[in-house]
């Protein structure tokens, strides 16, 4: 159980116990141990919530690195492909001229 850090907590004690009936001791006590077992959940809570936001970022990180490195990789083909296709274009451009020059004759 999480320890509490109360100021004055054992002169506190002593005034509630002078002054308490039983059942008020006992509400405080039931009082106190919820009070425990929910800082103990909220402290659950914070530790997931901040691994759920480490795992995210590292979640979108491998993904840009991922695309990233995929372009690299594919670049080379890409240029390829672009050289390929300036090549069919200057090919298609002296077919024309060369439909050109035979309607000319």
Same mark, same amino acid.
């Given at each position: 159980?999480?320890?509490?850090?109360?100021?004055?907590?054992?002169? %506190?004690?002593?005034?509630?116990?002078? *002054?308490?009936?039983?059942?008020?001791?006992? /509400?405080?006590?039931? #009082?106190?141990? $919820?009070?425990?077992?929910?800082?103990?959940?909220?402290?659950?809570?914070?530790?997931?919530?901040?691994?759920? %936001?480490?795992?995210?970022?590292?979640? *979108?990180?491998?993904?840009?690195?991922?695309? /990233?490195?995929?372009? #690299?990789?594919? $670049?080379?083909?890409?240029?390829?492909?672009?050289?390929?296709?300036?090549?069919?274009?200057?090919?298609?451009?002296?077919?024309?001229?060369?439909?050109?020059?035979?309607?000319?004759?």
């Amino acid at each position: 159980m999480p320890v509490r850090d109360w100021r004055f907590e054992e002169d %506190l004690h002593f005034l509630y116990n002078f *002054w308490m009936s039983p059942e008020e001791k006992e /509400l405080l006590e039931r #009082v106190a141990r $919820q009070l425990d077992e929910n800082q103990l959940l909220l402290k659950t809570l914070k530790t997931a919530y901040r691994w759920n %936001l480490i795992l995210r970022v590292a979640y *979108w990180v491998l993904i840009i690195l991922t695309a /990233l490195g995929a372009f #690299v990789f594919i $670049q080379p083909y890409i240029s390829f492909l672009k050289g390929v296709s300036g090549d069919v274009k200057d090919g298609v451009n002296q077919a024309s001229d060369i439909r050109d020059l035979m309607k000319d004759l």
